[in-house]
């Protein structure tokens, strides 16, 4: 299952598990820890007394009392620039949850961007450890993720990377009065060409080009952030309509050229606009040669976007 992006206040979401950051004392001093402890009811209180502590990077699991079936309290670290530790540390948060999430045979979990807060970690590498560590655990296992940032403080790209993309947009953004003009005079393709696209359609271009590829079927769809029930949904029906973030993630995990990619599009009915932001953004890592599905996700979040493949 696949990785989502969210900004939202997490004591609302319906999740098997919320992701608690604490202490390694368990004693919900303030924070997010407090809060939901308040929502949670003074028994969580109770039953992390008899836990005890947690070393720094540890994980244990509680009932979620009124807020949600488990809570999952993850000791989590204090940036300081000298000690070597700090990813590692964090690394280790998001690691134990999960396989403290998986041991409980958990279906979703959601995770506040950890240590990003008062604990002063750096929020672009809070960022990154979360995804590399929420990826390379979702490659061996299925579980629904979600990674929830309460506000736009709270959640950074690189000022590089946003310059960067934002210039891109500058460059190649039309508005819908010129592209139609534009199109107009040069039709991007003609109806001979749509129609010549018939042969062959979005399902079956698809496998073809999973076989091609030498990647599993597995391979592909967890790479293009896609959940397993809807590859077997578009695997067994050939005339399956899917959207356009999802024809999108699958060529982005195919790692194909931008011309493919409008292919693969209008055999589902698309193409890429330069009045959309979100194609502009897509096609500028395309043309970097980043074909990062979650890195990219990363971008069109931050520039307030629709998300890839989820």
Known sequence: MPIKIIRQDITKLKVDAIVNTTNPSLDAKGGLDHYIHQFAGKELDVECRRIGNLKVGQACLTSGYKLCKYIIHTASPVWNIQNKNNEALLKSCYLSSLMLANEYKLKSIAFPLISSGTNQFPKELALQVAMNSIVSFLTDHEMMVYLVVYDRNSYKISSELFDSIEAYIDDYYEDEHMLVCNSIIAPRFSL????????????????????????????????????????????????????????????????????????????????LSHSNKFDIIVEYFVSQGNYNVFEINEALFAFDQSLIGV
Request: proline share 2%; glycine share 2%.
């Open 192 to 271: 001979i060409d749509a129609l010549n696209q018939m042969d062959e359609s979005f399902s079956t271009m698809l496998l073809r080009k999973i076989d091609e590829s030498g990647m599993s079927d597995v391979e592909c769809y967890k790479k293009a952030n896609i959940d397993r029930k809807l590859f077997s949904k578009i695997r067994s029906n050939p005339n399956y309509k899917p959207s356009k973030q999802t024809v999108i993630a699958f060529a982005l995990a195919l790692e194909l050229s931008l011309d493919d990619m409008e292919d693969m599009l209008n055999k589902a009915g698309f193409s």
